[in-house]
């Protein structure tokens, strides 16, 4: 089992950066598959990134490639997304997600979930 922590969440103008951190417990972290997901008010969740436990697989939904990186330190469980030029549409509530199998995030499948946190980009 684990449990994920997200950080990171703020305001920024658009065309800035900020870089998101999900800190996991558990002595098996780096078993784990992790992405993140986003909410925008009125719209359902939707996946944004996910990297593969060792690193080296990632994907990264359309609208932010090219402009978010996802990346993971296994030896201080935790995860990364850095997200470069922002737009004032990637205004949401940001979540962690962590799931031991890679392919539950392209379905309905993920098992743990962070409480968010929230990246509002201003125009």
């Known amino acids: 089992q684990v449990q994920v922590v997200e950080s990171g969440g703020g305001l920024v103008q658009a065309g800035g950066s900020l870089r998101l951190s999900c800190a996991a417990s558990?002595?098996?972290?780096?078993?784990?598959?992790l992405g993140w997901f986003r909410q925008a008010p009125g719209k359902e969740r939707e996946f944004v990134a996910a990297i593969n436990w060792s690193g080296n697989r990632t994907n990264y939904a359309d609208s932010v490639k090219g402009r978010f990186t996802i990346s993971r330190d296994n030896a201080k469980n935790t995860m990364y997304l850095q997200m470069n030029t922002l737009k004032p549409e990637d205004t949401a509530v940001y979540y962690c997600?962590?799931?031991?199998?890679?392919?539950?995030?392209?379905?309905?499948?993920?098992?743990?979930w962070g409480k968010g946190t929230l990246v509002t980009v201003s125009s």
């Open positions: 997600a962590a799931d031991l199998y890679y392919d539950d995030f392209f379905s309905d499948g993920i098992n743990y």
């Open positions: 558990g002595r098996t972290f780096s078993r784990y598959a």
